[in-house]
C-alpha cells in the first residue's frame, strides 16, 4: 500500500518514530480505548520527532509565537497523547 510506502521513506529519511495511523490505533498509542473522534482524525501516517525539536519547513520564514491557537471547538478539542521514547520500538 501506498501509506506504508510513505511511512518507509519517512523512517529512513527523518529522525521520527514513523507508523501507519492503523498501527498507532493497534498499539495503542492513543490509550487502550481511543474515542470515535480520534479513530476519525488520526492520519494514514503517525509520526513524532526522536529528539526534543519540532519540524519547521524553512526556519527563515517563521515569523509568529506558538503553533496552535484555533478557537473552533473542533481545534481545541485535539486528540493528544504522551509516551516514553524508551518504550517505543
Known sequence: MRREAVAATLDERLAAFVTTGEDALA???FGP???????????????SHRERTVWYDDADRL???GNHGALHPEEMLVPFAAARVSTLQ
Open 33 to 47: 480505548d481511543p474515542c470515535e473522534a480520534a479513530r476519525r482524525r488520526v492520519g494514514d501516517v503517525v509520526l
Open 63 to 65: 515569523g509568529f509565537v
Open 27 to 29: 498499539d495503542g498509542l
